[in-house]
């Protein structure tokens, strides 16, 4: 690869970065918990890759392969934690917990909720609504085909609301 061809690649990989810096940031903070973890996870990915250059030419889609890496990041991180203490299950969810105030509340209540589907689920609804994603970039990002995609997202938030409803919180 030349010389010339590195630096369009750090560019498009650069650009690329920025654009998606405010659904990165908000997709790595719903899934770690904390802004100073989802900052230095995003700013880590970037070195990482920019240290890749000559890969970068192989991928396809780009963007894709950014947000299937920040994925894999955040799930090494959360896999290298010590346990917390249990999540509480959605029977001592109350209309309280619902009005959040924080982001610390609001992540607590989503993870409550997110702790009941099946990670597939979870994965393709913190993509849609935290990353921004539509459904073909969520489908290109998960390696699964489109439908598979909005049907992940459907049964999940209709697992989600039927949850919500039985404990009359909606």
Known sequence: MTLQTEKQQLTRLAELMQ???DNLFRYA?????SAAEADDVIQD???RLSKQKARLTEIYDLRGYIY???SNSCTSILRSRKPLAPIQTLDTLSSEDLATTDFEQEYRLIERLMAHLPDEQSEVIRLRIYGGQQFDEIASICNIPLTTAKSRFRYGIDKLREALEE???I
């Open 29 to 33: 903070c719903y899934r770690l918990g």
């Open 45 to 47: 990915l970037y070195l």
């Open 167 to 169: 404990r009359g919180l």
């Open 68 to 70: 299937r890496s920040l």
């Open 19 to 21: 654009s998606e810096r």
